[in-house]
């Protein structure tokens, strides 16, 4: 039911979104990273925001 977003936007504007995004967030963690006080904890909550997630969008 309803109108699904396949339907309404073209393939291309979703890639290009998601590139725009990554490379934004990928921009934003390596300024972020270069910062004073930046340490092992920073980089433990990185991969445990990825690996969560990643198992998020694996279970629908």
Not at 11 to 21: D, N, P, Q, R, S
Not at 46 to 52: E, I, Q, S, T
Request: proline share 5%; no cysteine; net charge positive.
């Amino acid at each position: 039911m309803g109108i699904r977003l396949e339907s309404v936007v073209p393939a291309w504007i979703t890639v290009g979104f998601y590139l725009a995004l990554y490379a934004t967030m990928t921009m934003l963690i390596l300024r972020w990273s270069r910062r004073m006080g930046w340490g092992p904890w920073h980089r433990f909550a990185l991969g445990a925001a990825g690996l969560v997630t990643y198992a998020w969008h694996g279970f629908p």
